[in-house]
């Protein structure tokens, strides 16, 4: 009943920029929470940073300076620009919501993950 559907990543040399994107659809009662989240090969996956329905902010160190996240509550939907890329920012990046739908309490929610790959 709720989809979150990314879109924006690609491939990019480093010091480069991307922006990735993430709507969710269905029958969406309140969004909390959203955030962005990154899984390289052979690693956890891990918070790159998160924005609250107010617009406050929390990153990684690793994201500190280079990714500003925002989101657009009337689309529901939520942004991650990245610059500065650098080869080790190469993961699936996904993106997370905690969403109360129509019929009860919040519960987390993923998309399918968009694959940010950044050259040498």
């Known amino acids: 009943q709720v989809q979150l559907v990314e879109s924006g990543g690609g491939l990019v040399q480093a010091g480069g920029s991307l922006r990735l994107s993430c709507a969710a659809s269905g029958r969406i009662f309140r969004i909390n929470a959203m955030g962005w989240y990154r899984q390289a090969p052979g690693k956890q996956r891990e918070l790159v940073a998160g924005?609250?329905?107010?617009?406050?902010?929390n990153y990684a160190e690793s994201a500190k300076g280079r990714f500003t996240i925002s989101r657009d509550n009337a689309k529901n939907t939520v942004y991650l620009q990245m610059n500065s890329l650098k080869p080790e920012d190469t993961a699936v990046y996904y993106c997370?919501?905690?969403?109360?739908?129509?019929?009860?309490?919040?519960?987390?929610?993923w998309g399918q993950g968009t694959q940010v790959t950044v050259s040498s």
């Open positions: 997370n919501a905690e969403i109360r739908t129509f019929l009860g309490q919040f519960s987390a929610y």
């Open positions: 924005i609250t329905p107010g617009g406050s902010t």
